[in-house]
């Protein structure tokens, strides 16, 4: 055996290997998925659905050992802290419970029954079937261990045939949460319709043998990436592309003076260090309206710095690469520099460890685009009028997605017209801009229905 | 060529004349014949110029001032060698952001810019003094590595004609370079293609140049982007076998796929790639750091470690908490150099990996840079879109 050993699940069993997947492997993989796909049945909706209440129970227990080794796997893989990967692992038994599932199938497919029966649409009259789209393959994206398998839950429960591709960044989770689901599969239902790889993304003769055999790829990541896997795709190969997102927040003045200040800025702050910001629904911009008074504005900003200050030492920062820093801190200088060159009133608060970055624009004006080299770093930036938001993100409106909100009850309506009419897919309170509801809507579709086909009889 | 384009070429004629240049205040004091003299009355000079520039940059830099006075440090602080280290840098990358001045009695300024090989290009502005200061330490530094020579030289640029843009600081310094021989022949390989289209990579005009220099005998003087000197040594050696660079022959790049990013693959280094393709010495091969905002050179020595001259300081810091790192620790390369009197950049922090070494066993002594990469250039994997991506975005290939 090599010095590293390659562990991935294949079809119902671990599989370890002294090398990567190679093309012809992944020819001989997408050929058994295929039978699978032709010579047996989608597995009934209840037998998913009992497999997964099994292993909800299961991961509530800290002590569960598939749990343990997961928290210590991930600290080493990801770098984030002990304290986030245990809260994240606390919500993960209520994403894998059946009524969570249920209330996303009915959410996003229209109907709890309609993977197992015609059900009847009222708006047409007509019936509608949702069958398996077929053989599934879900590229997972780096940093967000979470949403790989998410993914695959979703490909699990519109019972396709799936391949998860493990990032580089987390090849560990998605495995042992495959042999934790074997434990309780006992009739095989899932585990046999499951592969779960790695290889070094970009390789074109294993993602060749995809693209052209997959009936979807659901596709999770960066902008690179996005653009390799566009390319070259067969006639019938769907994609869907949940490529790089951006969030922000935006905060009237009447939305602020209902609040509670430091409540308000804890769940901005929690918005923002989760995942380190490097969720598509994390915040790299805070908009504040311009009638919100200097003396308001600089009670938010301390507030603000205060609440990434105790967010710090409740979760503490991941490991970061020396670039990482390096990208804080040119952000830090190029906005000091805006104050050093031209006056601008520009004010960067955070610790000299780069632990966190809060840059406050102190007046409106600025409509250049604002983009965060992420690790918990924001800019808060004064707006006049829906119109200089609409300038600031001209052109963008494919990487816009959720818009955290702090907004007087009367004023939703209005910023929800416009801020969906700008691109945004998503709306919520601050403090919940990383929690979508499940059976909502994500990056302005329903994840599901792009995992099933549907057939209408009328 | 403008008035100013004139203006430069005249004295660049006129220093390589006399090798002499009028000094005007202690920072010229530094530039002496002895460009790796590391002596205590060299570190009283230094002292005395960083000092000097420090409080010129106070007096005549808005930008540089207020900085200051943000990082609470007046000239109170600068009491001796020691504190030239707590000097407020000016990270790199505001030059590609900010076109930053200080004023100077100079009115007959040159503006020049970087080639933009991380994306944005930096624009710095340059004072006749301070132009015939770096002349004056360019010269010098070639003179003590022994590259200057009275025998004639045939020159063949990978950089772009002066004549398409006088503006470009690697083109400056390549044209700077041309004068340490007496020239036979100049052909410069980004140029006009005759058809009023370019400037365009002339490939084969350059390996056909080659090959008539070659046949001349005369030494050859290759300088410039080390992506293209190779792409003409391949083409060369494709058609005619390996390069027979005449004695004496010199290959001088102004560096280039910092990172290791080049198109040849992971495993190629730029000195096996010339020992394969030609007869070069490969003593004779010698890599260049410079930085448009900062412009001092650190040559490589016939070892290839890119030696401090004394104009200069150089450490490494790291990245998470800007300490001051030990030699032979890699981190942000930070420079202080006092020469440029028209741009605050007397404290430079670059986004370029690299250290301080200090045992090259070559004659000059002294300390050398390695720079190892450049910083803050990740690819994301992340689903966040984030700034470097922007970058891409904004800023067409």
Known sequence: MSERAFRQFIFGDVATSDRPLSAADAERLVSAARAIRDNSSPPPQAKILDVFSRLSRAWSDPGYPPRRKAAAALAESTGLSGEFITAVLNEFPRLLAPETLLKKIEGELGSRAVQEEPVLQASTGARLMAAPAGLVLHVASGSVFMGGVDSLIDGMITRNVNFLKMSTDEMEFPVIFAESLKEFDRERVVITRLAVLWWKGGDAGIENAFKSSMDRIIFWGGGEALSEWEEGLAPHTVLARHGPKISFGVISRAGLKRRELSDLTDRIAIDIAAWEQRACNCPQALFVENSVSPEEMKAFTNSLVGSMRRINSHFPPSRRSDDEYVEVLRTRELALAGRFASGEPVSVFGPETLDWTVIAEESAGKEDFISSPLNRTVTVRRYSSFEMLARIFRGRAFYLQTAGYCLDDPELPGYAKFLSALGVTRLCPFGAMTIPAPGAPHDGGYLLRDLVRYTVVE | ?397
């Open chain 2, 1 to 397: 060529m403008g008035i100013r384009e004139k203006i430069k070429e005249r004295v660049i004629r006129e220093f390589f004349k006399t090798h002499s240049y009028r000094k005007k205040n202690v920072i010229d004091e530094l530039v002496t014949d002895r460009p790796f003299d590391f002596s205590p009355a060299w570190e009283k000079t230094f002292f005395e110029a960083m000092r000097h520039s420090f409080r010129h940059h106070c007096a005549n830099s808005e930008f540089y001032r207020r900085l200051c006075r943000y990082k609470g440090f007046d000239e109170s602080k600068l009491q001796s060698f020691g504190d030239i280290w707590d000097i407020p840098y000016v990270m790199s990358d505001v030059f590609k952001r900010y076109f930053i001045q200080t004023k100077t009695g100079d009115m007959l300024r040159t503006e020049l810019s970087s080639s933009g090989t991380s994306g944005r290009k930096s624009k710095i502005s340059l004072d006749m003094q301070s132009g015939r200061r770096l002349l004056a330490s360019i010269y010098h530094i070639y003179n003590a590595m022994g590259l200057i020579s009275d025998k004639p030289a045939n020159y063949l640029l990978m950089t772009y004609n002066p004549e398409l843009d006088a503006s470009l600081a690697t083109t400056n310094s390549d044209v700077v370079m041309t004068h340490l021989t007496r020239r036979k022949e100049i052909f410069y390989a980004l140029d006009s293609d005759g058809r009023g289209q370019g400037p365009r990579f002339l490939k084969d005009e350059a390996v056909e140049k080659l090959k008539a220099f070659v046949d001349d005998g005369a030494p050859v003087r290759m300088l410039g982007f080390v992506h293209h000197a190779c792409e003409v040594i391949k083409s060369y050696a494709e058609k005619y076998g390996k390069a027979p660079f005449p004695k004496e022959s010199y290959i001088l790049t102004g560096g280039g796929w910092k990172g290791g990013a080049n198109p040849y693959g992971p495993d190629f280094t730029f000195h096996k790639f010339l020992a394969e393709n030609t007869t070069i010495d490969m003593r004779n091969v010698r890599d260049l750091y410079t930085l448009n905002e900062h412009m001092v050179f650190y040559l490589e020595c016939d070892r290839h470690n890119m030696h401090v001259p004394n104009v200069a300081l150089a450490c490494s810091r790291s990245p998470r908490d800007l300490r001051k790192l030990a030699d032979g620790d890699i981190g942000l390369l930070h420079l202080y150099s006092p020469i440029i009197e028209s741009c605050p950049a007397l404290s430079l922090l670059t986004t370029d990996y690299g250290y301080v070494g200090r045992s090259c066993p070559c004659r000059l002594g002294g300390p050398y840079l390695k720079v190892t990469g450049r910083a803050g250039v990740t690819k994301k994997t992340t689903c966040a879109f984030t700034a470097d991506q922007y970058v891409r975005e904004a800023v067409p290939a």
